[in-house]
């Protein structure tokens, strides 16, 4: 049987990944840095289970040497699987281990940092998957997040993160302790007549001009049938008969 998730590059094989491929991670992969006024030169994704992120971005930005830092080994070996399987390999390093610790001497600094940080709420049925996600929530808090992307972001670069909207105020307060300041947020919504799910935001070290750059984006008009917007932001990934069903 078939486990891997088909892009139109590339396949992803998640199934020892703490954290499964989802629509977090494929607007994350699609959208962050596309605001960037240069392309960058390294990117680092925090937390990179599987891979999916970091690979979105190296098709996107194929100039940019990406790395992808997980704690959890089995979705390091995921991803590693999944670099082999990449069209363009060479440009992407998949690394275990603990983003508290961890430190490279080839990139000391990054252009874009990225993160699909894990999290758990009551919605997540599998006791199994629960305790997975719960362990992992623990060893990646919002403050550890943004302390060590501040740490190692370059002077002009930015950090982009996606979130649940009920945990907005924590990661936002723990990215201004940090040091970080907002620029762009996106709310997510499932369907125009749903409440916001998630925000994308975009975090810099350098001070802005005006108000912060506010929109929305809006998945599903019914199940299954995607919005124009959406379709046209995962045109360049997901399968024509997956956005066209």
């Excluded at 049925?125 to 919002?142: G, Y």
């Excluded at 990661?171 to 947020?185: D, F, P, S, T, V």
Aim: with cysteine; aromatic share 8%; charged share 25%.
């Amino acid at each position: 049987m078939d486990k891997k998730f088909h892009l139109k590059q590339f396949s992803i094989a998640h199934h020892r990944s703490a954290m499964k491929v989802g629509t977090d991670a494929l607007i994350l992969g699609a959208v962050a840095g596309s605001t960037m006024q240069f392309e960058p030169d390294t990117i680092l994704d925090i937390g990179t289970g599987c891979g999916i992120v970091a690979l979105m971005l190296s098709q996107r930005f194929g100039s940019s040497n990406v790395v992808g830092v997980d704690i959890h080994e089995e979705s390091i070996a995921d991803a590693e699987e999944n670099r082999k399987g990449f069209p363009y390999p060479d440009k992407l390093q998949f690394v275990h281990a603990d983003i508290e610790h961890f430190s490279s001497e080839r990139f000391p600094l990054y252009d874009l940092i990225v993160s699909n940080p894990p999290y758990f709420t009551a919605t997540h049925s599998s006791p199994s998957e629960l305790k997975t996600l719960a362990k992992h929530a623990i060893t990646l808090p919002a403050i550890t997040l943004f302390r060590r992307a501040k740490q190692m972001l370059s002077r002009h670069g930015e950090v982009a993160i996606i979130y649940p909207a009920s945990m907005a105020q924590e990661y936002e307060a723990a990215a201004q302790e940090c040091g970080l300041i907002l620029h762009r947020r996106v709310a997510i919504r499932g369907r125009q007549d749903l409440p916001v799910k998630r925000f994308l935001s975009t975090w810099k070290m350098e001070e802005r001009e005006g108000l912060i750059e506010e929109s929305e984006l809006v998945i599903e008009v019914e199940r299954h049938r995607y919005t124009a917007e959406y379709k046209a932001l995962m045109m360049p990934f997901m399968p024509d008969s997956v956005l066209n069903k």
